[in-house]
């Protein structure tokens, strides 16, 4: 009986050490191949989260971190210490989708920096300090939803030629702005809900007495202008000068020297292409 019992504990006991030495085996392959994959994972840098779908979102950065992987497909960073983008700083970065920048008192991005990111969609650079260069000659701001142009935006363009305001959403510009721009040769305008006020007409000569060239503007507002091109407009004149809102001296550019009988004289035209030359 004995005996019976000592080789059944045997077998046993050969049996559990298989089983142990199997699960050993199974763990030792897990723990090796963690550490492989560990390996081959790039670090994520410091005041960064990284995730497994390849973005990086990182926190009071002093520059785009180096330790960021090229395969990074989205980089979010906010708050950070960043005065200047530099091409070095993203454009090995080939799966690139996403670049986000914002609160970090940008100041200016180096030329080309997303020229190589083929695969870049967004690229969102907001509450920056950004300057325009003031070489700028051509500025194309079209199809942007701005609202408003203001004077600090535009005020050190003093090279700037052509600019390009259409499809937004502006309804009036400051006749002051214009002093800012003494080489303005062309304005585009078309696509924005103008609201043509007799304050705007001041805008009108102003850009008139300049001798710019306006490509379109229609007014939306008010019911009784809707349709009408501000800059050529005799019903929206008649309006204001009807209302005393608009004075005879002021109203003379249209007899001296803008014929809205003769709109060439406006020098206004709707084409959808550039037809300049830059000097």
Not at 74 to 92: A, F
Not at 164 to 169: K, P, S, V
Request: glycine share 4%; aromatic share 8%.
């Amino acid at each position: 009986m004995a005996l019976k019992f000592m080789v059944q504990l045997t077998f046993k006991l050969v049996l559990l050490r298989k089983v142990l030495f199997r699960k050993m085996q199974l763990f030792c392959r897990l723990l090796l191949l963690f550490y492989l994959c560990r390996a081959q994972t790039p670090t994520c840098p410091r005041k960064c989260h990284c995730d497994l779908a390849g973005r990086v979102q990182c926190y009071r950065v002093g520059e785009v971190p180096k330790e960021i992987a090229k395969t990074t497909r989205g980089i979010y960073i906010s708050h950070g210490k960043i005065k200047h983008l530099q091409i070095t700083d993203i454009s090995s970065m080939s799966a690139l989708e996403e670049f986000v920048l914002t609160w970090s008192g940008t100041e200016s991005v180096e030329n080309n920096t997303f020229k190589a990111l083929d695969a870049l969609r967004t690229l969102e650079l907001r509450k920056n300090k950004l300057r325009l260069p003031h070489t700028l000659a051509r500025l194309d701001l079209k199809g942007n939803s701005i609202q408003r142009i203001k004077e600090q935006e535009l005020k050190n363009l003093r090279h700037l030629q052509v600019l390009n305001l259409r499809n937004n959403n502006i309804s009036t510009i400051d006749h002051s702005l214009w002093k800012y721009l003494p080489r303005l040769r062309y304005l585009y305008l078309d696509s924005n809900p103008w609201n043509c006020t007799c304050e705007f007409l001041k805008t009108r000569r102003v850009l008139t007495a300049k001798g710019i060239d306006v490509k379109g503007g229609k007014c939306k507002a008010p019911s009784e202008s809707q349709g009408e091109s501000w800059m050529s407009s005799k019903k929206v004149l008649h309006l204001c000068a009807h209302n005393n809102l608009y004075s005879l001296e002021e109203g003379d550019e249209i007899g001296k020297n803008t014929s809205v009988d003769n709109p060439s004289s406006l020098r206004v035209n709707m084409d959808d292409y550039y037809d300049y030359e830059i000097y």
